[in-house]
């Protein structure tokens, strides 16, 4: 059985070492297909177990940062959540979707995934040293780094509140 993981441990398992985190060869390092799963609006992507093989299925349709951050998320429930009881929906098919409740914040699971995404794509110590480039932080350092680590804007603004970098009174989302 798969261990418990967090991302500090993947990416060293995976040598890497700069950004923007190169998911494909996470992908490699752990023999994990990566798949397009063209599918509605709603539907992110999946986490799939099928006789000792994984699969990510990733929304095609979805933005290029939002489709990095299916992966990671779902990359959160391989190493986090090993014994997870997905979704049969074959016999010995399973399969755990990401959509959008699964950024809603209401199950601990779903949670832990995003935050293991976030850890992952945008590392703390990484991201402490390109923030040392910047007298302070506003709409255009966010966009910079959000731009560098191939992430959306209110994500990297998510992970510096979290970081305690900027204050959680900060509206992520733009409106105040």
């Given at each position: ?138 709409e255009t350092v966010m966009q910079h780094l959000a731009s560098i680590y191939k992430v959306s804007r209110i994500a990297m ?20």
């Amino acid at each position: 059985m798969l261990q418990k993981k967090n991302s500090k441990d993947v990416l060293h398992e995976c040598g890497i070492i700069s950004r923007p985190i190169q998911l494909e060869t996470i992908l490699q390092c752990y023999n994990i297909e990566h798949v397009d799963l063209p599918a509605g609006a709603d539907i992110f992507g999946a986490l799939v177990r099928r006789n000792g093989r994984t699969i990510i299925a990733v929304n095609p349709n979805q933005h290029p940062n939002r489709q990095r951050f299916t992966i990671a998320h779902e990359l959160g429930h391989f190493f986090r959540h090993p014994e997870e009881i997905m979704e049969y929906v074959d016999t010995d098919f399973r399969v755990l979707w990401r959509n959008t409740a699964s950024s809603k914040g209401v199950d601990w699971k779903e949670v832990e995934a995003n935050r293991f995404a976030a850890k992952l794509l945008m590392p703390e110590e990484m991201l402490k040293q390109d923030l040392q480039h910047f007298p302070y932080i506003d709409e255009t350092v966010m966009q910079h780094l959000a731009s560098i680590y191939k992430v959306s804007r209110i994500a990297m603004q998510f992970r510096l509140i979290h970081l305690g970098v900027l204050p959680p009174e900060i509206d992520p989302s733009g409106q105040s």
